[in-house]
């Protein structure tokens, strides 16, 4: 009989690791022992035990009686059942609970008389030592199986991942993204990893991209590897490199660094020392998230017009930022730029130029960046297509000062006063004020919009009251203002006498027009005036117009479908 296999040498490991706790008297050696924890014992508990130590002693007992159960009892792998006795507190401290002992109870003599009448379920421990959590490994757990020696493909390739020199952490990482290689039938798995070794690669370099990325012992996957390595290799590149740069704690797919490295050599114009240098400077470009960033990040250029030279340049001057950073950053400085309405092309050019800066620059908010500046949407475009790397001082955590005033918004507010006067508002006056506020946009373009409202065929005084009574009236371009005039008069047939008794009629939105005077001729002579129609709440109209109607809420739908078309 083995030594691992005696009994007598299991009650000797047993009794060297409780030995230091025990506190009868007995033999001089014993008595110091003894003296020795209590002397701990005082200076932490006053003469007492305290629970820290109590519950380091019960977890040694419930190893010792464990390992004794897995390897004694059940015949398992001594490494396994040493694992599983070590490396299973949550499983160890679950069962001590379930035996409820009192604090002198001999803990491995209860758990060894526990277990032999309540086998246990040995997945648990066994997926816990891996280092998976309970609610990783809780819906893993086989229904119909209870001991590990009933799933012999598993533990066959556990032992050849140990015996291969992966460890626990690793081989429970493994078990948590490649599930079905433990499933794998005898030779299966050691075939998969010699395929690799028949690469070329050496055991430790092997043992690391089996980690990195569990699932290339999947399917045909050490073809993918061979291609990542050919074309590193082409470059002048070697496997060390590739070793230094993989991280245990990332899952890498080899078929999308296959695919990022292809597009790099094809942007360098397959020019390999270029290619080398971008790679060997920026090796985030391929590893981080297995370059699917970088694939997004080339397809973002080439959407915006930029030639393969120039996605190039961009990739040589790549900021010391993380891959998916820069991408957030671009996005947000797009967003930002089609928000303050800037044509899609001069987008196009700031980007082609800059975008190796801006993926680093963090852009503030639109709102905030407006507010702070005080500026508007159409001289914030004007001063960035001037000068892009203005928006450099507008990122997060740097303080943004307004902009210099150019003297536009004095002349337009003077502009806005000297037309109100023209109206016959009074200088300075408080309804003036109100006015000024009201209207938006330039003040010289007042005037314009007020004679294309008389060239519609209103009258010039009726204009006047109208502007009078709602002075945003003028705060809309004239081509909306001409094609809400012409839906009114010429769809509906209304008068054009209909806008001086209801001039807020032009405040509102042509869908809201439609919508709610499309309703009209349905609603049989219970409209007494438009304005009645469009001033109510949506909830007001559906209830008191829409619904009385037996065929209102189906013309409504309808209504709201034809909108979304146009």
Not at 19 to 46: E, P, Y
Not at 154 to 165: K, Q
Not at 250 to 257: K, N, T
Not at 526 to 538: E, M, N, Q, T, Y
Request: aromatic share 10%.
């Amino acid at each position: 009989m083995s030594l691992t296999r005696n009994p007598r040498f299991i009650a000797i490991l047993k009794w060297v690791s409780q030995v230091s706790i025990q506190t009868q008297s007995g033999t001089g050696f014993h008595r110091r022992l003894t003296l020795k924890s209590r002397s701990f014992a005082t200076a932490v508990a006053g003469g007492e035990k305290s629970s820290a130590v109590t519950r380091i002693e019960n977890r040694r007992s419930a190893q010792v009686a464990m390992l004794d159960y897995f390897y004694i009892t059940r015949g398992l792998q001594f490494l396994v059942a040493e694992s599983m006795s070590k490396n299973a507190p949550l499983f160890n401290n679950k069962l001590i609970e379930k035996l409820n002992c009192d604090a002198d109870a001999d803990i491995a003599r209860s758990i060894t008389r526990f277990l032999r009448y309540h086998p246990i379920n040995e997945f648990e421990p066994f997926f816990e030592s891996l280092g998976l959590k309970p609610s990783e490994y809780s819906h893993l757990l086989p229904r119909d199986k209870m001991f590990l020696n009933e799933d012999a493909f598993l533990l066959e390739n556990y032992n050849t991942f140990w015996v291969y020199g992966i460890g626990l952490k690793q081989i429970g990482k493994i078990f948590k993204e490649a599930r079905e290689v433990f499933g794998y039938e005898t030779g299966v798995l050691a075939s998969k990893i010699q395929a690799f070794e028949d690469l070329g690669l050496t055991k430790t370099f092997v043992s690391r991209i089996i980690v990195c990325s569990p699932r290339i012992l999947i399917g045909d996957m050490n073809v993918e590897v061979a291609k990542v390595l050919e074309i590193l290799k082409s470059l002048g590149i070697g496997v060390g490199w590739v070793n230094e740069n993989l991280l245990e704690e990332e899952c890498y797919d080899w078929s999308s660094m296959h695919r990022v490295l292809s597009l790099l050599r094809d942007i360098c114009l397959d020019e390999s020392e270029l290619c080398c240098e971008l790679i060997k400077k920026h090796p985030r470009l391929v590893f981080e998230d297995s370059g699917e960033w970088t694939l997004f990040l080339a397809g973002f250029q080439a959407k915006l017009g930029s030639s393969r030279s120039e996605v190039c340049l961009f990739f040589q001057k790549f900021p010391e930022v993380e891959v998916k950073k820069c991408v957030l950053n671009l996005r947000r400085c797009f967003l930002f730029l089609n928000e303050i309405k800037m044509e899609y092309d001069e987008i196009g050019k700031i980007f082609r130029s800059h975008s190796h800066w801006i993926g680093a620059c963090p852009l503030k908010q639109t709102s905030t960046l407006l507010s702070k500046l005080s500026v508007g949407t159409r001289r914030l475009c004007q001063i960035i297509q001037e000068n892009p790397e203005e928006m450099r001082k507008w990122t997060m955590g740097l303080r943004v000062q307004p902009l210099p005033s150019t003297g536009e918004q004095e002349t337009s507010r003077f502009m806005k006063k000297r037309f109100l006067l023209s109206l016959g508002y009074e200088e300075d006056s408080k309804e003036m004020e109100r006015a000024v506020k009201k209207f938006r946009g330039r003040g010289s373009e007042l005037q314009e919009r007020f004679d294309f409202l008389v060239s519609l065929g209103l009258n010039e005084k009726d204009v006047r009251n109208m502007v009078n009574a709602f002075p945003q009236i003028l705060s809309q371009a004239s081509d909306l203002i001409e094609a809400k005039v012409n839906y009114v008069v010429k769809e509906l047939g209304y008068p054009l006498s209909t806008f001086v008794a209801f001039p807020s009629c032009l405040v509102f939105t042509l869908q809201r027009m439609k919508l709610r005077l499309g309703m009209v001729p349905y609603l049989k002579g219970k409209v007494k005036a438009i304005s009645s129609v469009l001033v109510c709440s949506d909830q007001h109209f559906v209830t008191h117009y829409v619904n009385r109607h037996p065929d209102g809420p189906k013309h409504w739908e309808d209504l709201k479908k034809q909108l979304l078309c146009e």
